[in-house]
């Protein structure tokens, strides 16, 4: 047996995609504080130089040059220690997805990533060509292996020879976004890739929010015989320094379910309106669950005082909505402000009369209410300066029970992700403590109110009945028939397809929102609009 | 030298995706009506039995099995001829974008595509595994060698083998998107390729709408001293039969730009609206120039009794918006409904004024004007089942200068692709037989009235500096120090480049249009809309 008498600090950053200056000066920032701690090495996320996924600003010139020179400056900062960072390397005219490792200020080796994913979120293929070289490097009497991300996914990836060629310790940099039991399942991978190959793993994840992604970190350290001896919090930037031969951890808990979620759309929340600059939010109260819960969680992200809350009565709204969201603003402490629509609403159906020849009323004057409310939110933006959150939930995204340009206007949709029956849990966990939502939203069943005597029942079956079809079809891409079997209704579930799938064109125009489940509406999401398809 | 003796079918198709149905009757037919004319062969397009580009349906594995099924119908129709047609092929779990020989009524070899775009609008590698064998066939006494798309257009593609291998006629199948001038690239590659091996080139292009692409067909032969034997129109169906050793045609003229590109919006809009169920669509007219086009293409996309214009003046529209739009619609036989927006407008401010506080007017009620006409259109969509086309062009996708929920309202954005200098080009065009759009409306500065004496040249630069730099920076993917090299001046290119940038928000909830340049706002353009990267 050898020793790892090695002192690793762990850089769980939070980049920006596309700010060199930042991200570089973080880098740096952690390295001179490593250096003081007398680590030997500090680790920091794949591509952070760049943020990720930078997407095509990898085609413009300029700014792989800039992640150049922004890798050079770190460089230059690494004097006495040693940095492993990822960031774009550009030779003979093809770009790589690298990662280079820095000794005493120089670069002393550059690390292709060799498994580009090219599914699910990941378009890795278009910009990157795979490496075809393992490197392992000596480093204070250690043999270290290097690798980016998916190459440790895969069952013969590069670290497997590393590991035969005598590598000692391993270091995965990552940007692996977030979902619900995904921090699970890399532990579990960590802990068996480090027990199968008798090595010391070094996982280093990013955390921050970059538009519809948010990267949880949960950076983590696996001991040669499975044990997880380090473990970064998720969705906070952290500098852990780990003794490799020294350090334990026992009973190390990653968050639980409902809380999980809710930091992660806190941080996405909070990182979209910070990163695009703005300061404040606002959000249109309906009296409702949703809209309630995102006023808790952007009001956790910015702080009270920059949540502006905006109730828009009808005259289909009751007074218990009126009650109810006054006091969801109460709770949170935010300003609460009214603006009826009634009066717009019947000019505007004034104005419509002669062109709707004598028509009854239909969904038409539903979603022309939801537009009004659109336009009022919308004007306060502009006039203010206020970015608008909308309030829609994943169940309403999937089947079309939303307004385009309505309540579905806005710049991120902080709940398009979480089903509507996640929305119940996360209410009754946020309740926990003390009365956040109030208990009368929770218990009163779901209404648009864009008509008399409403409810979301009326054209959709039970949330406890949609969400799960939803999600098998939407998350699992199960077919009609496996969904069936899974002991559903026929009926239901054709119908909840159907509804699914010709939502499609509404969805094309919603605003990004944060990713909470293993395949979210974005670019995990790749369906044709025209589409004559049917299950 | 060896004859060819042999009458080929070009079956340039318009097929929709996922419906197996509709795809494989087109094929029988045109199977048929080959048979019926003694053709030895019939060719296809790339996956013209599941549409292109499927998209994330392909993960569906219903619909792989129905793809399969729909392959056996047409095999099972080609009794007594060949026939050569794109697939998917599923092989081990693993798919391949395939293309299937059949020669009486049995698959003979199938075909796997060897090279995957996976830029631009493609996404191929995210679905296809690459094949890795060439085919070629012996079929009346003809060598034949076998691809799909892209297989062309690398240098050392399968083709040089099956040439090597003695192959005297190649089969080409394609689902090739339309840009301006990209028939000419094909045609010249063709020709290149055609000479340089010295055999016989049979290319077959899909036609028809798919979301934001335009398939323009153009199928072609040429023989083996690079002479086009044959061709098909562009943006039309077709079956055209060739006698490879007979047939010659000469001084063939592809169409010319400004038609080229009007044909392009047609067929895009018409497949859109139809292939989505619709039969009638509505148009905003403001008495401008992008309004007027917009409307003409729909016309002739639809037929004038499926188009509705309506006209919706504010306080700031002039008498001479007024009477050019009616004119506009009067000259193309079209429907014309007015519907003013001034007093909603007033009720909405009136119901601001509180949250203003005393704050001037500024782009907040412009948005609001805007977002009121969308609201009504909007209105008549939900009502009557008229499809919303909205009338941006891509200088202003480009540069922001539209409203998100206003006038980017809509289920298709018919020129969105197009820049403002193309829209008066067309308008030329259009107005050269008779006048389609008003002379005044040509001839007039463009503004969008929303306040008193406005003109776009208020904010951009005249279109005629702005396109070009647009067009450098957003199709050729120009930096900022570039552009100026071009001969521009700095602070406009810097302006326009960052006005670009920030509009990213608005363009991700922008409805799909028809792609006519070499990049769109689309499928081959994406930018992260958190983003600090600065030119």
Chains 1, 2 share one sequence.
């Not at 769980?12 to 952690?30: E, M």
């Not at 600003?57 to 040059?65: E, R, S």
């Not at 027990?195 to 970059?210: E, L």
């Not at 397809?497 to 995990?524: C, H, L, N, W």
């Amino acid at each position: 047996m050898y020793n790892l008498l090695m002192k690793i600090g762990l850089g769980q950053i939070n980049p920006t995609v596309g700010d060199f200056n930042l991200n570089s000066a973080k880098i740096i920032d952690l390295i001179e504080e490593a250096r003081h701690e007398k680590a030997d090495l500090v680790v920091f996320p794949e591509l952070c130089l760049t943020g990720y996924p930078p997407e095509d600003l990898l085609l413009k010139p300029k700014f792989i040059a800039d992640n150049r020179l922004a890798l050079e400056k770190v460089a230059k900062a690494a004097g006495g220690i040693a940095v492993y960072v990822g960031f774009v390397h550009q030779e003979k005219g093809v770009l790589y997805n690298a990662a280079a490792f820095i000794e005493d200020g120089k670069v002393k080796e550059i690390y292709h990533k060799m498994n580009l994913p090219n599914y699910g979120v990941f378009d890795e293929k278009r910009y990157f060509l795979e490496g075809n070289k393992c490197s392992i490097i000596s480093y204070k009497g250690l043999k270290i292996g290097l690798g980016v991300c998916e190459d440790i996914w895969v069952e013969k990836g590069p670290y497997e020879e590393e590991i035969k060629k005598g590598a000692q310790l391993i270091l995965n940099i990552n940007a692996s976004p977030y979902h619900v039991g995904k921090i699970k399942e890399r532990e579990e991978l960590l802990k068996r890739r480090a027990k199968k190959y008798k090595a010391t793993f070094v996982y280093v994840n990013m955390v921050g929010g970059q538009d519809e992604l948010v990267f949880d970190g949960g950076s983590m350290v696996f001991d040669r015989r499975g044990n997880l001896i380090a473990a970064c919090d998720q969705f906070r930037e952290e500098l852990l320094f780990v003794d490799l031969d020294k350090d334990r951890i026992t009973g190390w808990q990653w968050l639980e379910e409902p809380e999980e979620i809710y930091r992660a759309l806190v941080l996405g929340v909070k990182d979209y309106v910070i990163k695009n600059g703005f300061s404040e939010a606002v959000i249109g109260l309906s009296g409702g669950i949703d809209s309630a819960l995102t006023l808790a969680i952007a009001v956790e992200a910015l702080g009270k005082d920059r949540v502006h809350a905006v109730f828009m009565p009808s005259e289909y709204t009751s007074e218990q909505s009126y009650r109810d969201a006054k006091k969801a603003a109460e709770n949170l402490g935010v300003e609460f402000a009214e603006i009826p629509i009634k009066a717009v609403f019947s000019h505007y159906l004034e104005a419509l009369n002669p062109n709707f020849k004598g028509k009854p009323a239909d969904i038409t004057e539903e979603n022309l209410q939801a537009r009004i409310r659109g336009n009022y939110l919308m004007a306060l933006s502009n006039k203010l300066n206020w970015l608008v959150l909308t309030t829609g939930n994943k169940s309403e995204m999937s089947t079309g029970y939303c307004t385009l340009y309505g309540d579905m206007a806005g710049g991120f949709a902080v709940i398009k992700d979480v089903p509507k029956t996640t929305v119940y849990r996360l209410a009754d966990w946020l309740n926990k403590k003390q009365t956040v939502i109030p208990e009368a939203i929770i218990k009163r069943a779901p209404t648009a109110e864009l008509k008399p005597n409403q409810t979301d029942q009326d054209v959709l079956p039970p949330y406890e009945i949609l969400d799960p079809i939803m999600q098998a079809y939407v998350e699992d891409n199960k077919s009609v028939k496996e969904i069936v079997a899974l002991g559903f209704d026929a009926k239901i579930v054709e119908k909840i397809v159907a509804m699914i799938d010709r939502s499609e064109y509404k969805r094309r125009q919603a605003p990004p929102g944060p990713r909470i489940t293993p395949r979210a509406f974005g670019k995990d999401w790749r369906v044709p609009i025209t589409n004559h398809f049917k299950e």
